[in-house]
């Protein structure tokens, strides 16, 4: 089972300011087959990038996301107000799912 | 649009079992599959296991065997979870997500449902 480490655990920016989160994987795997959802307080996850780069439908271009192997990133180049939660990546493999533990990106 | 519309708040005793439903509506059950998802409070999401709808295969994460069921009924485009021997570290937001097959991301996903579990 490929287990996800996120770090950090807590990303503290200002509004404007580019957010970089990491996702490392215990083995590596082909970029295809991760995700990353945001979450806001009280709601379900809503995804915004799949096979490691591909923005979900309706996801603003500030989100984006890069890596490969074991090593993933999503960056939010200028933070918004709404875009202070948590966020998750995933890694989708043969019937099976596995989240890393989440990023929460706080108002410093 | 795909929805996914969950059943109702839970509480239960420890030692109980619960059962909660996911319907599915603005597309049939088709080929994806729907997982079942959980979050305890102040936790991270966890997988629990999934379902393919059309074939009826099943999927569950090593956690749960043996304590969790998923069905589904075609005719009502319906995904169930059940979970038995409950404890009060199972009191979670528990969440359906849809994927379009067994290697995919969750595209869509239920509100959540929660479910207390106190004596």
């Known amino acids: 089972e490929i287990v996800l480490t996120q770090s950090p655990g807590t990303l503290s920016l200002s509004p404007g300011e580019r957010a970089t989160l990491s996702c490392r994987a215990s083995?590596?795997?082909?970029?295809?087959?991760l995700a990353w959802y945001q979450q806001k307080p009280g709601q379900a996850p809503r995804l915004l990038i799949y096979?490691?780069?591909s923005r979900a439908t309706g996801i603003p271009d500030r989100f984006s996301g890069s890596g490969s192997g074991t090593d993933f990133t999503l960056t939010i180049s200028r933070l918004e107000p709404e875009d202070f939660v948590v966020y998750y990546c995933?890694?989708?493999?043969?019937?099976?799912?596995?989240f890393g533990q989440g990023t929460k990106v706080e108002i410093k | 649009q795909v929805h996914l519309v969950q059943s109702g708040a839970e509480v239960k005793k420890p030692g109980s079992s619960v059962k909660v439903s996911c319907k599915a509506s603005?597309?049939?059950?088709?080929?994806?599959?729907i997982s079942w998802v959980r979050q305890a409070p102040g936790q991270g999401l966890e997988w629990m296991g999934g379902?393919?709808?059309?074939?009826?295969?099943?999927n569950y994460a090593q956690m749960f065997q043996g304590r969790v069921t998923i069905t589904a009924d075609k005719s009502t485009n319906t995904a169930y979870m059940e979970l038995s021997s409950l404890r009060s570290e199972d009191t979670a937001v528990y969440y359906c997500?849809?994927?379009?097959?067994?290697?995919?991301?969750?595209?869509?996903w239920g509100q959540g449902i929660l479910v207390t579990v106190s004596s």
């Open positions: 997500a849809r994927s379009l097959g067994v290697i995919s991301y969750f595209d869509y």
């Open positions: 603005g597309a049939t059950f088709s080929s994806y599959a």
């Open positions: 379902i393919i709808p059309l074939f009826g295969s099943v």
């Open positions: 083995q590596s795997f082909s970029s295809s087959y």
């Open positions: 096979g490691a780069s």
């Open positions: 995933q890694h989708y493999g043969s019937f099976m799912w596995t």
